[in-house]
């Protein structure tokens, strides 16, 4: 962030400049190193420890954000741990109602589909916090809900008949509305948090609520359906995973692991069988309801996109066209339609977040795209900057006017610590000295198959890229790479480890040429046992990880690392967790960033632990950095109390909500500090 980026005071009736825009303001015009120099450190950014309030030096110093908490052990239990001093309080678990149309969320699984349209969603992912009035305890928390837990879902898991086809409407209706976003405004009372039911932000985002669609892929010959002749609607966001925000105010959702919902059983087109749209059935079986007497609006058979008639207006064959994006949604206007930006490209996108913005500058966002040997891309928009567009009410239009027309690259990892963006477009040089447009008809169809242009141009196959966060110090890139065990012939120089079960978290910095960076890994994941080869970083007890996936910057410039692990070198020793670590002090005796290792591994800190059976994903402040929220997915047998830290009995068993976890320190000061 910068000074010119959303300032959530700006409903605030007080003046308190936050400290971070105090900081960013002095940080917002400092340049990073050219692409191939190494890592501009902080040191050599930013002057050092904040003097006097009386001081007049027109230079202001840059803090040390120091973490003050012990690295705490892992745990394996139906609880979470916090360091000591901190207290952790369940909100908005799955199936809170929003408002008086639900029915209180039923420990028997009977909720209905209307309940659950009306509801927190399942399997809590990404997430943001907006405050209001610059509130930072009063605010719209914004959370996505990547996928469903169907045991837990119904009261004896889906009905199926002889065939094993889905027999039960409500069901399936209560699932699809169970995926998607909820828009929810939380409050602290009496130092409590809770939801604030029938509040007017209050909304769900389903997966089949209707939604625009703008950028390359708006064109009627790409959308059209029996639903939306004119292909300027599609319905649905599926399997938000990571989330974004922007400079200006709105919430972004990632549609990631969207393929398996859809089935065409005839014959793929390239973009379909690149990505991977399944040939016999979908995740959940929803298109088994398809053509029963009371389906509205194809509202089953819209997820079976074999062509079957004679053109789009007789079947859905372009219904997953419309999905793969990043989703802008407006939280602060209830009237706002959620728009799918599609010039950021089509794939699993995991997360997206935006570089650091400078007025006069292109606004630059980052995506990955979570599957083995799939990429890392970058999209920069036409427009430069303008700092007013941080405080316009017309927040969607503001998006429009960034996120609709730009560049996407896919970026190629070289030796030596240099990358190159590589353009995806219709001029782009291929691989074997082509151009896309020998492939491509048009921008369009290069964005409906974005991962097969990428492959045309060379892009470094990766470890699954997961999150990226953006250093609010010096503006670099961090993106985690969760592991990739079928890498069992070729490494590459980002991705160096055979059957890399532990993951790592590779680094990059822009240069003054927007096709060049700089690049590092800043931590390998590891048990502390491994072999030294494997344990590049010299991880010890208290910081031991794996999987590295959710990651984000707070305002201050500690990076929060969450794990999503199922690699038995940490399952044995413990949950997923989350820990914290201030990369940008962290130098080498040149100034420039260094990476962990066994010299400086004591400052990365476990700080949290999710229960057995759970993901930590999700990462939200409050503006004062007094309330950090988490969200626990997929837990087994938990939440057993609103104190999240309570262990579940050994003798009972509860069916699992995910749940928002916000944690704070007793005393009311700074999270991690
Ligand atoms: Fe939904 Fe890649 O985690
Ligand atoms: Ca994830
Ligand atoms: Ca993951």
């Known amino acids: 962030m910068s000074k010119d980026t959303f300032d959530p005071t700006k409903y605030n009736n007080s ?112 997430m943001h916090y907006f405050p209001l009035n610059g509130s930072s305890t009063d605010g719209l928390l914004c959370i996505n809900h990547e996928y469903i837990d169907q045991s837990a879902l119904h009261p004896a898991g889906p009905t199926k008949d002889g065939n094993s086809l889905r027999t039960i409407l409500d069901e399936v209706r209560k699932e699809i ?30 997966g089949a609520t209707t939604m625009d669609i703008s950028g ?71 298109d ?110 503001v998006g429009a006017k960034y996120m609709d027309q730009g560049t996407l690259y896919v970026a190629r990892f070289d030796d030596n610590g240099v990358g190159v963006w590589l353009p995806l477009t219709m001029t782009a040089v291929t691989k074997d000295q082509g151009v896309l447009a020998d492939h491509f008809t048009n921008q369009a169809s290069i964005i409906l198959n974005t991962a097969g242009a990428a492959d045309l141009v060379g892009a470094t196959p990766m470890d699954r890229p997961e999150w990226a966060a953006v250093d609010p110090v010096n503006g670099a890139v961090y993106m985690t790479l969760t592991n990739n065990t079928k890498r069992t012939t070729e490494t590459n120089p980002a991705n160096p480890r055979l059957n890399n079960s532990t993951g790592h978290i590779i680094r990059w910095q822009e240069g003054d040429n927007a096709e060049l960076f700089s690049w590092d890994i800043f931590v390998f994941g590891a048990a502390e046992d491994a072999a030294p080869d494997v344990n590049i970083s010299g991880l010890a007890e208290l910081n031991q990880f794996a999987s590295p996936d959710g990651l984000a910057f707070d305002a201050r410039g500690i990076m929060w690392m969450q794990t999503d692990n199922g690699a038995p070198e940490l399952t044995e020793y413990t949950n997923d967790q989350m820990l914290a670590v201030v990369p940008s002090q962290l130098t080498t005796d040149n100034g420039e960033l260094d990476t962990i290792n066994s010299g400086n591994q004591t400052e990365l800190k476990r700080f949290f632990v999710g229960p057995n059976g759970a993901e930590v994903t999700g990462l939200a402040f409050s503006p004062a950095q007094t309330d950090l929220f988490l969200n626990v997915q997929h837990p087994a047998n938990w939440p057993y109390s609103s104190d999240a830290t309570m262990d579940t009995p050994s003798n009972k068993t509860v069916r699992p909500r995910a749940a928002t976890v916000i944690i704070r320190k007793n005393d009311g000061g700074e999270v991690g500090v």
């Open 15 to 126: 003046n308190n400049e936050p400290f971070a825009a105090v900081m960013e303001r002095e940080l917002s015009r400092r340049s990073v190193l050219r692409a191939g120099m190494g890592m501009a450190a902080v040191g050599m950014l930013s002057t050092v420890g904040l003097t006097g309030c009386n001081s007049t030096d027109s230079v202001v110093e840059t803090p040390k954000t120091k973490l003050g908490f012990d690295s705490i052990a892992g745990a394996k239990l139906d609880a979470v741990a916090v360091p000591k001093g901190y207290s952790a309080q369940v909100l908005a678990p799955w199936g809170t109602p929003l408002n008086d149309l639900a029915r209180e969320w039923q420990a028997d699984g009977s909720n209905t589909a209307l309940d659950q349209a009306n509801s927190l969603g399942m399997h809590h992912d990404g």
């Open 288 to 397: 088994d309801l398809a053509g029963n007497a009371a389906e509205i609006n194809d509202e089953f058979k819209r997820f079976d996109i074999t062509v079957k008639g004679s053109s789009a207006a007789d079947d859905y064959r372009n219904e997953a066209n419309g999905h793969g994006y990043i989703v802008e949604i407006d939280p602060y206007d209830n009237q706002s339609s959620a728009i799918k930006r599609t010039a950021l490209g089509r794939f699993r996108h995991e997360g997206c977040v935006f570089g650091q913005v400078v007025e006069g500058k292109p606004i630059v966002f980052y995506s990955g795209h979570d599957s083995r040997f799939e990429y890392i891309y970058k999209f920069v928009s036409d427009v430069n900057w303008h700092a007013g567009d941080a405080s316009r009410d017309d927040r969607l239009a």
């Open 177 to 206: 509305n169970a995926h998607g976003v909820t828009v929810v405004r939380i409050k602290q009372t009496n130092g409590i948090w809770d939801v604030v039911k029938n509040d007017s932000h209050n909304r769900r985002f389903t």
């Open 216 to 286: 390359p892929v708006a064109d009627q010959t790409l959308l059209e359906t029996p639903f939306s002749p004119n292909g300027d609607k599609v319905r649905g966001t599926l399997n938000n995973c990571g989330n974004g925000y922007t400079p200006w105010g709105t919430y972004l959702t990632c549609e990631e692991n969207w393929p398996g919902y859809f089935v065409n059983t005839g014959t793929q087109t390239a973009d379909q069988s690149r990505i991977g749209i399944d040939d016999k059935n979908t995740r959940y079986g929803w």
